[in-house]
Structure formats: C-alpha cells, structure tokens
C-alpha cells in the first residue's frame, strides 16, 4: 500500500518489503531488490537489510531514501513512524534489538550520550581544573556546577549521583 504522503512510510509497505527480529534486532529483505539501474546489484530475499553507515547508525534504502534501521524496527513493531527519536538504551548504534530502544526527546537522547573523546579525566562530567577535578552536568540547557573533588573518581560518584536524580533512566555515567 502506497502512503498518500509521498515521503512517509507505512507499516504495511515496510512490512511487505522486510522482516524483523526483535531478539537479534537484524532486518531482512521479504523480496529480491534488483539492480538500482547504478550498477548496484540487488539484495536477495533473506539477505540482511542495510549497513552500517559513516555515523555508526544502521541505514536501509527505502522508497524514500535511507532510513535508520532502528526507526523501522521501531514502526515493525509498534505499526507507527515514531514522532520523536530512538534512543539506544545501551549506547550501541547498531544494536536494534527492541528491548534496547525507546522513545526519547532529543533532550533525553543526549542524556545518555558517551563520554566526549577529547575527555582526559577518563569519567563523563569530570574537567580537571587547576589540582581538582570539577564535575558538572548540564541541566535545562545550563550546566550545574556540583564541585571540587581531590579524586576524579569522588567528581565521578557526584555527577552519577546527579546524572540519577536530574535524568533519571536516561543517565548515562560512562
């Protein structure tokens, strides 16, 4: 069934064209994909769906366009797009196993987000400063100052104790 809004899809057009497994989390094509008329030869039916994209997140190619695989994994099994985004409850992004995604505000998405690369502290939250270590978390769009700590580990137990009470299950201490 086609979508009367050109660019959405349907539960009944994904699900004519892949199958999911919730447990494994993986995509499968139900029909053989032909060639893409690039040079691109097709998928067989069976075959997994997508690969994993420069971002780290699972991508398939829809009738219109790439698509997450988590959000069509999401509308497989609850038969809607969702309105907001999926968040990788364990920080995998490629892990699309239902019971690893949920719905969440974009503000509740960066919640659990990763320790930034260029931390040096090892412990998200934690800034050396001077001979201290200072832990902060942003909240309501603002940053907290919780204070200094003589160990990055005693900054780390503030800002988990913080991360708990100001975002609850979308804290994130690692």
Not at 28 to 52: L, T, Y
Not at 96 to 111: D, G, K, M, Q, V
Not at 119 to 140: L, Q, Y
């Amino acid at each position: 069934m086609q979508s009367p809004d050109n660019r959405t899809l349907t539960f009944e057009e994904v699900d004519h064209v892949l199958r999911y497994e919730p447990e494994t989390g993986h995509l499968f094509w139900r029909i053989d994909r032909g060639r893409n008329g690039k040079g691109a030869s097709g998928a067989k039916a069976g075959a997994r769906a997508g690969g994993v994209a420069n971002h780290g997140y699972i991508q398939i190619n829809t009738r219109v366009g790439r698509v997450l695989a988590h959000r069509l994994a999401w509308l497989l099994t609850h038969r809607v797009m969702p309105e907001v985004e999926i968040d990788h409850i364990n920080g995998n992004r490629t892990d699309n196993r239902i019971c690893n995604l949920r719905a969440a505000t974009r503000t509740e998405n960066s919640r659990n987000q990763q320790m930034h690369s260029d931390n040096k502290s090892g412990f998200k939250g934690v800034h050396k400063r001077n001979r201290k270590f200072r832990a902060e978390i942003m909240h309501r769009g603002k940053k907290v100052h919780l204070g200094y700590f003589v160990t990055a580990q005693e900054a780390h137990e503030a800002y988990c104790k913080a991360a708990r009470e100001y975002h609850g299950e979308f804290a994130r201490a690692a």
